[in-house]
């Protein structure tokens, strides 16, 4: 089997077109689009993303109680002492930075674990849970390395906090009118520390990933080897595209 990534091996050497962005704007809608302008993370829960200051101003009265409850919970994670289930005081921070730096990584592996391509259905009833160990590293890029992947039922991370619940929710209803398929949800584990990362998906007919079932072992592969620059391979009519 081919590479799923273009640039697999080694880093490319010239930048690749994007084909979507995964980043949206809470607001409006609107998608980054990184080389004009990256968009700014919540400071608070650092999960919500904004356009502009205007958008982030205007969303706060909606995003207040999910915002504050996300950074309750990160404080009240700081004040663990450390064991194996917590081994750095950083861990929540570093958890943070994780996702976001792997942003389109972990949203390519969800679309291929949950087989939205074929099955577009499973959005709604599953979901992508990686387990991750931690290494005391100095550079942030090989703090974390994969320990496991599971497809779980999504009631697994939406049962426990209904407020992450109905985020997920007002999230899936806002890509269904745009005429996505739902919200592919994430979680990202290490130890008793976790982040939710939800993931707004085109319907099937406007993706044209290839379908890989070495997904594991590519998601692996660009994590351990402290790789930021994943551009998947995909089929179209105009022929091969990477990014």
Same mark, same amino acid.
């Given at each position: 089997?081919?590479?799923?990534?273009?640039?697999?091996?080694?880093? $490319?050497?010239?930048?690749?077109?994007?084909?979507?962005?995964?980043?949206?704007?809470?607001?409006?809608?609107?998608?980054?689009?990184?080389?004009?302008?990256?968009?700014?993370?919540?400071?608070?829960?650092?999960?919500?993303?904004?356009?502009?200051?205007?958008?982030?101003?205007?969303?706060?009265?909606?995003?207040?109680?999910?915002?504050?409850? @996300?950074?309750?919970?990160?404080?009240?994670?700081?004040?663990?002492?450390?064991?194996?289930?917590? $081994?750095? /005081? *950083?861990?929540?921070?570093?958890?943070?930075?994780?996702?976001?730096?792997?942003?389109?990584?972990?949203?390519?592996?969800?679309?291929?674990?949950?087989?939205?391509?074929?099955?577009?259905? *499973?959005?709604?009833? *599953? !979901?992508?849970?990686?387990?991750?160990?931690?290494? $005391?590293?100095?550079?942030?890029?090989?703090?974390?390395?994969?320990?496991?992947?599971?497809?779980?039922?999504?009631?697994?991370?939406?049962?426990?906090?209904?407020?992450? !619940?109905?985020?997920?929710?007002?999230?899936?209803?806002?890509?269904?009118?745009?005429?996505?398929?739902?919200?592919?949800?994430?979680?990202?584990?290490?130890?008793?520390?976790?982040?939710?990362?939800?993931? /707004?998906?085109?319907?099937?007919?406007?993706?044209?990933?290839?379908?890989?079932?070495?997904?594991?072992?590519?998601?692996?592969?660009?994590? /351990?080897?402290?790789?930021?620059?994943?551009?998947?391979?995909? @089929?179209?009519?105009?022929?091969?595209?990477?990014?």
């Amino acid at each position: 089997m081919a590479p799923a990534a273009a640039n697999y091996y080694s880093p $490319p050497t010239h930048a690749a077109p994007k084909q979507r962005g995964y980043r949206i704007c809470d607001t409006c809608g609107a998608v980054e689009n990184s080389s004009i302008q990256k968009f700014r993370l919540c400071g608070g829960c650092m999960t919500t993303q904004y356009c502009s200051p205007e958008c982030q101003k205007s969303h706060w009265p909606s995003h207040k109680t999910i915002c504050q409850h @996300t950074a309750a919970q990160m404080s009240g994670a700081k004040q663990q002492p450390i064991s194996a289930s917590y $081994p750095d /005081e *950083n861990l929540v921070k570093y958890l943070r930075k994780f996702t976001s730096t792997h942003s389109s990584l972990l949203g390519w592996a969800g679309f291929q674990a949950l087989q939205l391509k074929r099955l577009p259905a *499973n959005i709604r009833q *599953n !979901a992508l849970l990686i387990e991750l160990s931690y290494n $005391p590293h100095a550079e942030s890029l090989y703090r974390f390395s994969i320990a496991g992947t599971h497809v779980v039922p999504r009631s697994y991370v939406t049962s426990h906090d209904p407020l992450v !619940a109905a985020d997920i929710d007002r999230r899936e209803e806002r890509c269904r009118r745009t005429g996505g398929i739902g919200t592919l949800v994430i979680l990202v584990q290490c130890g008793g520390i976790s982040q939710v990362m939800p993931v /707004e998906v085109d319907p099937p007919s406007k993706i044209s990933w290839d379908l890989r079932d070495d997904w594991a072992d590519v998601l692996r592969h660009f994590v /351990e080897s402290g790789r930021t620059d994943f551009k998947p391979i995909s @089929t179209t009519g105009r022929g091969v595209v990477y990014g």
